[in-house]
């Protein structure tokens, strides 16, 4: 009986591996940049793309399925990043179609990041949490907190 109970648990780890293995194997969705080479962020309907600008503000861009840039509508943003001891929160005001800090980045390259996205100003906030890292992927030579690579081979 010990027999037969050993060979499944080894059969089904052995096709667990081999479902892994291949080299189109995935680990979830695939990643994609957005129109401005900015994280895109999945879980806010419509999506956004988290994009920081060359003057270190955030600009926050509604996207349509095909990935197309879209007006915001009455969406509100905050972001809270930087030393956790010293956090800087940042507001969005309109601007050229996108959403648009008010305030710049705090200095450094990397820091814990917080996204609250609301549909509407009553609506429940959406988060996302990810390391704000400016330097630039070797891959895929966009910044680390946008890279599409895969990092884990």
């Not at 930087?82 to 929160?89: D, E, L, M, N």
């Not at 990397?110 to 609250?116: C, D, E, G, L, N």
């Amino acid at each position: 009986m010990k027999t037969k109970h050993i060979l499944t648990i080894l059969t089904t780890s052995l096709l667990v591996l081999s479902a892994h293995a291949g080299p189109g194997h995935a680990h979830g969705p695939k990643r994609e940049a957005g129109p401005n080479g900015g994280r895109v962020i999945l879980n806010v309907d419509p999506h956004a793309e988290f994009f920081v600008t060359a003057d270190r503000k955030v600009q926050i861009t509604f996207l349509d399925d095909a990935n197309q840039p879209l007006a915001p509508g009455e969406q509100v943003v905050a972001v809270t990043t930087g030393q956790r001891s010293a956090p800087t929160k940042l507001t969005f005001v309109k601007q050229g179609g996108a959403l648009l800090s008010e305030q710049t980045l705090p200095e450094g390259t990397s820091w814990p990041a917080v996204v609250q996205i609301k549909a509407t100003p009553d609506a429940k906030a959406v988060v996302d949490k990810f390391t704000l890292n400016l330097a630039v992927c070797p891959g895929c030579k966009l910044a680390e907190y946008a890279c599409i690579c895969d990092h884990t081979h």
